[in-house]
């Protein structure tokens, strides 16, 4: 007979600029984020405790406080990583003061990304971190995944969510690279062509990258699914191929101009009747050859 748990919980700030901490109040007393629903209970004391959240990049100085409070915990217990400095340190991690990020210290069960992360998004890990607490209370094996539990839930057009990267109108031109402050973005000479990647769980969802983005290809979705299991940390990235063609007159390799960088370049002609198949260099050999041949 399956054991019933009694979800206790307890904050704890490990160097957070306090914003997850704002979001997580509206998140434990709004009704409509339906943390209530699941029967949730804050207390004050950690040794009643039997689920942590914890916010921050931990701190060198909240170290020993945070390896105090994970000894004085009910067992089992569940440990949820809230905002990106939790789940990586974020933008914070290569400096002096940063011990982090949190599963350097105890393991973590449930990791929710962002910057902050909206209120749904911790609803979301809070209640997963329930559902590891009670698979752990009743033996059985914690899950590597886990679906969505608050599917219902839409964050607005307007929320700068997770991003997403249009192939067709990257050149890779590494703008977004250079411009991200946390470091989650890496484009990759492979063969044939770059591969683009983002590392959701460093984000720190600035939008940087699209402001700065010459031809639109990298965006902010709305999409605040960033609740996962510690076993996904490494795979919440998102892949994008940005490939070379071959010069139909010289048959070299070539980066081809995208369609926003076309767009930009040749506001007033039409693009559709551009040779975008030949390389730059016989693309200056041509046009030379049109004007003064």
């Not at 059985?140 to 608050?150: C, G, N, R, S, V």
């Not at 010289?250 to 007033?268: D, I, Q, T």
Request: net charge negative.
């Amino acid at each position: 007979m399956s054991k019933e748990v009694v979800p206790k919980l307890f904050r704890v700030n490990t160097g957070s600029c306090n914003g997850c901490d704002v979001e997580f109040v509206a998140t434990a007393f709004v009704d409509k984020f339906e943390l209530e629903s699941l029967g949730v209970e804050l207390v004050e004391h950690i040794n009643e405790a039997n689920v942590l959240v914890v916010t921050g990049p931990l701190t060198a100085r909240s170290e020993p406080f945070l390896k105090k409070y994970v000894a004085q915990m009910r067992k089992p217990y569940a440990v949820v990583g809230i905002g990106t400095c939790s789940v990586t340190s974020g933008i914070f991690r290569d400096s002096y003061a940063i011990e982090g990020p949190t599963d350097k210290i105890v393991d973590v069960d449930i990791n929710v990304a962002g910057c902050p992360p909206r209120p749904e998004s911790i609803a979301e890990g809070v209640a997963k971190g329930i559902k590891v607490l009670q698979q752990k209370l009743n033996g059985e094996a914690t899950p590597k995944t886990l679906d969505m539990i608050f599917s219902d839930f839409t964050a607005p057009a307007s929320f700068r969510g997770k991003i997403d990267l249009n192939e067709d109108m990257c050149t890779a031109c590494r703008t977004c690279e250079t411009v991200c402050p946390s470091g989650a973005i890496e484009i990759s000479a492979v063969e044939g062509g770059f591969i683009h990647k983002v590392w959701h769980n460093s984000c720190c969802f600035c939008g940087n990258c699209a402001y700065f983005c010459p031809t639109g290809a990298i965006f902010n979705t709305n999409s605040f699914d960033t609740a996962k299991t510690q076993d996904e940390k490494y795979s919440e990235v998102n892949v994008g191929h940005i490939n070379y063609e071959t010069c139909s007159c010289c048959g070299e390799n070539y980066m081809p101009p995208s369609r926003g960088l076309l767009g930009k370049a040749y506001v007033h002609d039409d693009v559709s009747k551009l040779n975008d198949a030949i390389c730059p260099a016989c693309r200056k050999e041509a046009n030379f050859k049109r004007m003064y041949g």
